[in-house]
């Protein structure tokens, strides 16, 4: 293969997007494969997600020992977690040892924005333009942009109203102490507000959380990690990972067959007491196997929980009001320390939008229907454009296809949420409908690297230069993930799974949620088969990803539906 480079608009083998744990994982496949590799990464140096995600209690809520990369036996024993989740200080320098230990960070040009992205095909090239104006071309564009990093286009009425202090929680640029002291509102309760509010009212003169939606806030329990139980893992850490490979989640499994009416009152009252003393993934939500698939089933395990929230808050009124309304599990958990208790501090107020809707802001305050909020700092909690927000921020544009935001006018369409049609050479690292967002998404990325990188090595070997997702590969994964996500409760609640948090955004469920490790198994049988779904050069071999499917699901004990029911379960969590 030769490249056609000028001195003007040098060509490399891979270009990518991104230098969080996808690019950077990327940059040492195509090293370890002897591609040259160009990384552009809009921060000024490695992290991702959590270069941005400073803001104070941020941090994991996988336990940290999952949540690091397998690939490497030497890199997982040398580094020791000091807590079972750890803080986004300590995962930010964990990225940076990678980044070191591999010498990846030559490989990235930072501070670099990309803004176009657009295909060549006379020269089966892709070409970025830079934020400089600069060009760079190269034969795969690989997208580690990640799912979570573009903040969601602030819709909250009347801020531009207000004179004080605003922050936002993924683009954080302040201290805690700079809060102290201050009358601050935090809007947005989910993971993010969750996870900041207990510290910001313990400085605060007065916090004010405006909550929409009421969520499930399991309690983290985060403690330290005994180095006893870090010997112990370290010295399984292979089986352990292999187990986690082929998990439902991406991590540890602990199956659940029974259903929750197939045990008396008291039992499931007992088990949803170990449950949420365990908490995690692994905890309420997937105690049963029908949780996530009936809603009176659900409804056992979401009432368990509400009675915990009258437990914790002492005022009755405010616990009715935080009490969440929606299925258990059926989109993102949280997971926080004292955030039930936070509510019971004489300095920590709630407003509930759904019954007082926030109006406008004057320049010292938050006004809602019924109520007026005097505040000097507003801390905006209020999520992500998740997935196709970073993806159309490149401009990924071919002349067939036009630009991939047109292209999914009508809704996400990929194939394997790796690749889509009528963009050759172009992939996306655990991008849509992969189980990202369903899963230990460090897992997911290895694997969704693995299988790029051994889908490109396998084509430059044949001296195939061009690889597409045919619309039959990306139809039946589309079928795929929309018939398992419609067996689940998730199907009915909006969140930024569905993308119904940003206007006017086409609903489609963003993730595969069959589990990790279903998933994987599809993917090895399709690289076994030769890539159905994948033109090849223009040459498909014929789609059958459904058949795929099937038969990987009847290749277990279960039958597909029960198993992706076992599968889904535990992918749930609580
Ligand atoms: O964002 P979210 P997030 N007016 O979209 C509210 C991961 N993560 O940043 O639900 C008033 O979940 C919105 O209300 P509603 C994790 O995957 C992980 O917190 O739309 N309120 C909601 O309450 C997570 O799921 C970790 O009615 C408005 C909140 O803001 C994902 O990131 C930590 C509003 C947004 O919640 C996103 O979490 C942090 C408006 N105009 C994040 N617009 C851990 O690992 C939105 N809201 C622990």
Not at 102 to 122: G, I, M, S, Y
Not at 257 to 280: I, L, M, N, P
Not at 311 to 323: F, G, N, S, W
Request: aromatic share 10%.
């Amino acid at each position: 293969m030769t490249d056609t480079a000028t001195p003007r608009t040098p060509v490399v083998d891979v270009l990518c997007v991104g230098a969080g744990f996808s690019g950077l994982y990327a940059a040492y496949k195509a090293r370890e494969h002897g591609w040259t590799f160009a990384g552009f990464e809009k921060a000024p140096d490695v992290g991702g997600t959590w270069f941005w995600n400073t803001y104070p209690g941020a941090r994991c809520d996988v336990e940290s020992i999952y949540y690091s990369y397998s690939f490497d036996e030497e890199l997982q024993k040398e580094w020791t977690w000091s807590e079972r989740f750890a803080p986004q200080a300590e995962i930010l320098s964990y990225i940076n040892h990678v980044a070191d230990r591999f010498d990846l960070r030559r490989h990235f040009q930072f501070d670099t924005k990309v803004t176009e992205a657009n295909w060549l095909p006379d020269e089966h090239l892709w070409e970025l333009t830079l934020d400089s104006g600069a060009k760079r071309r190269g034969r795969y564009l690989l997208a580690g942009s990640g799912g979570l990093s573009t903040p969601k286009d602030v819709d909250v009425p009347g801020l531009q109203n207000f004179s004080g202090l605003v922050v936002s929680t993924s683009r954080w640029n302040i201290s805690l102490d700079d809060l102290a002291g201050k009358r601050v509102a935090v809007i947005g309760t989910g993971s993010s507000g969750v996870q900041c509010i207990p510290l910001i009212a313990k400085v605060a003169e007065h916090l004010t959380v405006f909550q929409r939606t009421p969520n499930y806030v399991f309690p983290a329990r985060n403690a330290p990690m005994a180095p006893e139980v870090v010997d112990e893992i370290k010295s399984k850490y292979p089986d352990i990972r292999q187990e986690c490979r082929y998990s439902p989640g991406g991590i540890p499994d602990r199956p659940v067959t029974d259903k929750a009416f197939d045990v008396s009152d008291e039992e499931r009252q007992r088990r949803y007491e170990a449950a949420y003393e365990r908490s995690g993934f692994l905890g309420v939500g997937a105690e049963f196997a029908d949780l996530l698939f009936d809603l009176e089933a659900n409804k056992t395990a979401a009432d368990f929980f509400r009675g915990k929230i009258h437990e914790i808050v002492r005022d009755q009124k405010t616990a009715t009001l935080l009490e969440p309304q929606f299925p258990l599990g059926a989109k993102r958990s949280c997971f926080g320390t004292d955030y039930y208790e936070t509510f019971n501090r004489p300095n920590v107020s709630l407003v509930s939008l759904r019954d007082d809707p926030l109006t406008t802001m004057t320049a010292g305050s938050i006004v809602t229907e019924h109520s007026e909020h005097e505040v000097d700092a507003i801390v905006l909690a209020i999520g992500f454009d998740a997935f196709t927000g970073p993806l159309f921020g490149l401009n990924v544009t071919t002349p067939d296809s036009g630009r991939l935001q047109d292209a999914w006018s009508d809704g996400v369409r990929t194939y394997l949420g790796m690749m889509t049609a009528g963009f050759p050479n172009f992939f996306m690292i655990a991008g849509p409908q992969s189980p990202a967002l369903a899963s230990n998404v460090v897992m997911t990325i290895e694997q969704s690297v693995d299988w790029i990188t051994d889908l490109i090595a396998i084509a430059r070997a044949k001296g195939i230069e061009v690889v597409e997702a045919t619309v039959e590969g990306q139809n039946d994964w589309v079928n795929i993930t929309e018939l398992t996500v419609n067996q689940t409760l998730y199907a009915t609640t909006d969140s930024w799974y569905r993308g119904s948090n940003v206007a006017g955004k086409p609903s489609t469920f963003m993730g595969y949620v069959g589990g990790v490790g279903h998933y994987r198994r599809i993917c090895e049988e399709i690289a076994r088969r030769g890539y159905p779904g994948v033109a090849l050069d223009g040459r498909s071999v014929a789609a059958g990803i459904g058949r795929i499917d099937e038969e990987v699901a009847e290749a277990t004990p279960a039958t597909a539906s029960e198993e992706v029911h076992a599968e889904v379960a535990t992918v749930v969590g609580g």
